[in-house]
C-alpha cells in the first residue's frame, strides 16, 4: 500500500522523450541562462499555472489583513451601532480566509514540487546518458569529481532556484503588485512615494550584480576542483598510509580547503555588503513612509485606519524587494549551474553512429591497413605505417616497451580511439562505418585493473546479460575457476561486493572479471595485461581460466610477463613507432631479435 504523500512522477517510459526536450532547450538557449531555465520546464506549465493559481488563493491572507484591520480600527474610532456586529464580521471573514491556507498550500505545493522534482530527475538523467556518449577521450581529460559535482551539486542549485521562483519570487512579485494596486486606487499621491523605492532598488543591484556573479563563479570552479582532489585523497588513502604521508596529504588538502573558505568568504562578505546597504535604504524609505502618511492624516486627507493600511503595504514592498535582494546570490549560483551542466550537455565530442551499418553477426576478422596513431597533445606519432592482419579464431599477444603503443592498439579495436592514418578493417568493413554499440555486443575486455562495483557476485558477473539461467551461470564460474571461491562465500553468488570488490584479493577480482567476459559469448576477446599484477599461484589459475575463454574467439592480449604467451598463436612485438617483429614464440626466440631480448631479461 502507498503511503499518503507517495505522489506519482512522470512514467520513466517518457523520460527518453524529456531528455531530448531538456537537450533541445540548451541548444536553442546556449548563453543565455534564464531562457535556459524557463525552457527546461517545458512540458509543465500546467503544473506551474495550477500551483500559481493555489498560491495565489493561499497567499491571499497577507493582502487582505491590512484592509480588514484598517476596517476594524475605522470602526472603532468612528463607532456606530452596529459597530460590535461589523467587527464581528470582519474577524469571521478573515479567520476564513486564513484558514483556507491549509487546504490550498497542499495544492501549490504539490504541483509545483511535482513539476521541480521530475526536471531534476530528467537533468540527472539527461546528464548520465550523455556521459555515456561521450568519448572516451573525454573522460580521460576530465576528471570524474567535476563530473560528480555538476550532477549533484550543479543540479541541486538549479532545484533550489526553482524552488525560490516558485515560492519567493512569486511571492515577491505577486505582493508588490496587489499593494500597488490597492495604493493606486486609494490615493495617487501615496503611490507616487511608493513608486520612488525603485530606483534606489534598482540602482543597488546593479551595483552589485556583476561582482556576485563573478565570486559566485570562481567559488563553484574551486568546489569543483576540490571535489576532484577529495575522490583522489580517498582513492589514495592505502598508498598514503604505507608511506606515512598522512601529514603531507592533510596539510595539501587543507590548502586546498583554504582556497575554497578564501572565495567563500569573498563571496559571503560582498552578499553582506549588498544585504546591509539594501537594508538601510529601504528601513529610512520606511521611516519617511510613516511620516508621510502621518501628515496627511493630520491634514484629514486620509484616515488613521489608512495610515495603518498604507505603513502595512509599504512596509510589505520594503520586504519584497529585500527578499530580491537577499535572493540575488541565489539566482546567480542558480543561473550559473544552468552554464556549467550547459557544458557536459552541449558538448559534441561524443560517438556518433548515425546511419552507420548495424552488425548483427560478427566473424572477429581484424585487419590494420598502414595504421598510424597520434594523440592530440602528442609531439611524435605512437605508430606509423602498421599493417597486420589477425584472422578469426586466432591468439594474438602484443608485446613491447612500455608507451610503445599496445594499449593504443587495443584501444583502436574497441573503438574508443581511431586512426589518425590508415585503416582499421574488422570483418572487411572499415570500423568508422560500423555502428560501434552494435559492434561491441560482440567483444569482451578483461582489464588490467578489473572494475568490480558494489552490489552482489551474481550481478558483478552477469553484468549487462542478467538473463542467464543458474545452470549456465555455474558453467561458466567453473570455468572461469571461481567454483570453489563461490562455495567458500557465506552468501555464495548472493555475497556482497564492497567497493572496488576490496574484500576480494586481485586473482578473485581477476577471475570475475574473466567470468564476466565468457557471459558474454564474445567474437573478439581482448585481456590486457590481466595477471600483471598477481602471484604465481593466482596467474597459473587466471592461465587455465584464459585458455577456456580463448577457444574459438579472436584473441588480442597485451602481455608484461612473456612467460604467460608461449601458446598464443604468433606475438606481434611493438616499438620504435610500428611492428618490429612478428612471429610464434619458438620462431622469435630462434630468431634472437628483440623478442630474444625482451625475455632474457626476463629470465
Not at 574497441?414 to 562505418?433: R, V, W, Y
Request: glycine share 6%; aromatic share 8%; proline share 2%.
Amino acid at each position: 500500500m502507498k503511503e499518503k504523500y507517495d505522489y506519482q512522477l512522470e512514467d520513466p517510459n517518457t523520460l527518453d522523450k524529456a531528455e531530448q526536450e531538456l537537450l533541445n532547450t540548451f541548444k536553442k538557449n546556449q548563453n543565455h541562462s534564464l531562457r535556459t531555465l524557463v525552457g527546461i520546464y517545458k512540458g509543465h506549465h500546467l503544473e506551474l499555472f495550477l500551483s500559481v493559481v493555489f498560491f495565489v488563493i493561499k497567499h491571499s491572507p497577507v493582502w487582505i489583513l491590512p484592509i480588514v484591520t484598517s476596517n476594524i480600527i475605522n470602526i472603532a474610532t468612528a463607532p456606530g451601532d452596529d459597530a460590535g456586529k461589523r467587527i464581528l464580521w470582519n474577524v469571521i471573514f478573515m479567520t476564513v480566509v486564513i484558514a483556507q491556507n491549509i487546504l490550498s498550500n497542499h495544492f501549490h505545493t504539490l504541483f509545483y514540487a511535482r513539476a521541480i522534482r521530475n526536471v531534476e530527475k530528467n537533468l540527472r538523467g539527461a546528464l548520465v546518458r550523455k556521459l555515456q556518449q561521450l568519448s572516451i577521450a573525454y573522460h580521460n581529460e576530465m576528471q570524474s569529481g567535476r563530473l560528480q559535482s555538476k550532477i549533484m551539486r550543479d543540479v541541486e542549485q538549479i532545484e533550489t532556484l526553482s524552488k525560490q521562483v516558485f515560492i519567493s519570487i512569486l511571492s515577491i512579485i505577486l505582493n508588490v503588485i496587489v499593494a500597488l494596486g490597492v495604493v493606486v486606487s486609494s490615493s495617487l499621491t501615496v503611490f507616487a512615494f511608493f513608486i520612488a523605492t525603485i530606483p534606489t532598488a534598482v540602482c543597488i543591484m546593479t551595483a552589485f550584480k556583476g561582482k556576485i556573479k563573478q565570486y559566485n563563479r570562481q567559488f563553484r570552479k574551486d568546489m569543483e576542483e576540490t571535489s576532484v582532489r577529495v575522490m583522489e585523497m580517498i582513492e589514495m588513502i592505502p598508498v598514503t598510509r604505507a608511506h606515512a604521508l598522512e601529514e603531507k596529504e592533510t596539510d595539501k588538502m587543507n590548502s586546498r580547503l583554504y582556497r575554497v573558505a578564501k572565495s567563500g568568504l569573498r563571496l559571503d562578505m560582498v552578499q553582506s555588503y549588498f544585504s546591509s546597504i539594501s537594508w538601510v535604504a529601504f528601513q529610512i524609505f520606511q521611516v519617511l513612509c510613516l511620516g508621510f502618511t502621518g501628515y496627511l492624516a493630520s491634514l484629514g486627507r486620509i484616515s488613521v485606519g489608512e495610515v495603518v493600511m498604507y505603513q502595512t503595504y509599504f512596509s510589505s514592498i520594503v520586504a519584497q524587494v529585500s527578499n530580491v535582494i537577499t535572493l540575488l546570490p541565489i539566482i546567480s549560483k542558480g543561473l550559473e549551474s544552468v552554464d556549467s551542466i550547459g557544458d557536459i550537455l552541449l558538448c559534441h565530442d561524443v560517438e556518433d553512429n548515425t546511419n552507420k551499418r548495424i552488425l548483427p553477426t560478427l566473424r572477429g576478422d581484424i585487419e590494420f591497413r598502414d595504421t598510424g596513431f597520434q594523440y592530440k597533445d602528442g609531439d611524435k606519432p605512437v605508430f606509423e605505417h602498421l599493417s597486420l592482419k589477425i584472422a578469426h579464431g586466432r591468439t594474438i599477444a602484443f608485446v613491447g616497451e612500455s608507451g610503445a603503443g599496445k594499449t593504443t592498439i587495443l584501444n583502436m579495436v574497441i573503438g574508443f580511439i581511431h586512426a589518425t592514418d590508415g585503416g582499421l578493417f574488422i570483418d572487411g568493413q572499415d570500423i568508422e562505418s560500423i555502428h560501434l554499440a552494435s559492434y561491441r555486443r560482440h567483444i569482451a575486455v578483461v582489464p588490467q585493473t578489473p572494475i568490480l562495483f558494489s552490489g552482489t557476485l551474481r550481478e558483478n558477473i552477469t553484468y549487462g546479460q542478467e538473463n542467464i539461467s543458474d545452470e549456465k551461470l555455474w558453467e561458466i564460474i567453473e570455468a572461469a575457476n571461481l567454483g570453489d571461491m563461490v562455495r567458500a562465500m557465506p552468501d555464495g553468488l548472493d555475497t556482497q561486493i564492497q567497493e572496488h570488490g576490496s574484500n576480494l584479493s586481485g586473482g578473485q577480482r581477476q577471475r570475475v572479471s574473466i567470468a564476466r567476459a565468457f557471459i558474454r559469448d564474445p567474437k573478439i576477446l581482448i585481456l590486457d595485461e590481466a595477471t600483471s599484477a598477481l602471484d604465481s599461484v593466482a596467474e597459473e589459475k587466471i592461465r587455465v581460466a584464459t585458455e577456456r575463454l580463448v577457444k574459438d574467439r579472436t584473441t588480442l592480449i597485451v602481455a608484461h610477463r612473456l612467460s604467460t604467451i608461449k601458446n598464443a598463436d604468433a606475438i606481434a612485438v611493438i616499438g620504435n613507432g610500428g611492428l618490429q617483429e612478428f612471429g610464434s614464440y619458438e620462431e622469435l626466440m630462434a630468431k634472437k631479435g628483440e623478442f630474444y631480448r625482451m625475455r632474457k631479461l626476463q629470465m
